[in-house]
């Protein structure tokens, strides 16, 4: 069978050494059975890598802009001991962020609010830090995103946000797909990106790199939609799966070509009026 099919085996698993790769290393995390619990704990260890990068101290108060499920800013009050207000533009996912609070017994650190990340409700100077996880992909202005978390931060407040930029030269049908599938405007260059960081008064600390988890990201997202498609039909419709068919392929194409990924982590002055 290795004579044979070895080679195709390696298509497959990696060709390193041809066994059962750790995804998770041993006695440090709970078992993961399936790409989705795989996803969930790789989710997982992105947020602790960013709650390590913001470090939040214990009587700080943390702006979470575009807060999704709520289980990240829960996780940021947990480990840190800290305050967590999250806004979000989804009412249904305000309702479970909500939920996710009371059921870990934070609900008097960690609260959510509707909110417009590009026009944020809150006064000067309210935040002692505040982060942004791939929220700013869907902002239709987010320079004006920048100057409003620069405007509620206090002096020597730290932002952290995350972004995808622009490499090489996609087709129509690639980007048109990540514009569907992702629900935002197309990704700019990262010369854009940081171009716009200086205008709205923050100095930059510190970047990284971090484009190939979002390249394994795609590639896990096709692999669990072809994988789990009858469902997904069965749930959302057939029209719903005969749209999003065609646009998996270029998608995965150009997240894997085309998109880098950053963790952009600026700060505002002290010396900021």
């Not at 709970?30 to 790409?35: M, S, Y």
């Not at 202005?141 to 996609?170: M, N, Q």
């Amino acid at each position: 069978m290795y004579d044979r099919f070895g080679d195709m085996l390696a298509m497959l698993l990696g060709d390193s050494a041809v066994h059962i790769g750790m995804f998770v290393p041993h006695g440090k995390h709970q078992r993961v059975a399936d790409l989705v619990a795989l996803a969930d704990h790789a989710q997982d260890r992105q947020t602790d890598h960013l709650i390590d990068t913001i470090g939040l101290a214990p009587d700080g108060h943390l702006l979470d802009i575009g807060c999704g499920t709520g289980d990240p800013a829960v996780r940021l009050a947990r480990r840190s001991g800290g305050r967590v207000t999250g806004v979000t533009v989804s009412k249904r996912h305000l309702d479970r962020c909500v939920e996710a609070a009371r059921t870990a017994g934070l609900a008097d650190r960690v609260t959510f609010a509707y909110g417009n990340a590009m026009e944020l409700a809150y006064g000067d100077g309210s935040f002692d830090a505040a982060w942004a996880i791939d929220c700013f992909p869907h902002l239709a202005d987010r320079a004006a995103a920048l100057r409003e978390a620069y405007r509620v931060l206090r002096p020597g407040g730290y932002f952290l946000f995350t972004d995808f930029a622009l490499r090489g030269s996609p087709s129509e049908e690639q980007v048109d797909a990540y514009t569907q599938l992702w629900c935002s405007p197309a990704p700019t260059s990262f010369a854009t990106l940081l171009s716009e960081v200086g205008p709205a008064g923050f100095e930059v600390t510190e970047i990284r790199n971090m484009s190939s988890n979002a390249a394994l990201t795609a590639e896990l997202m096709c692999t669990l939609y072809k994988d789990r498609r009858a469902e997904i039909e069965e749930r959302f419709g057939a029209e719903a799966t005969a749209h999003t068919d065609p646009l998996m392929d270029p998608f995965r194409t150009f997240c894997r070509d085309h998109v880098d990924y950053y963790l952009t982590l600026v700060r505002k002055p002290e010396t900021a009026g």
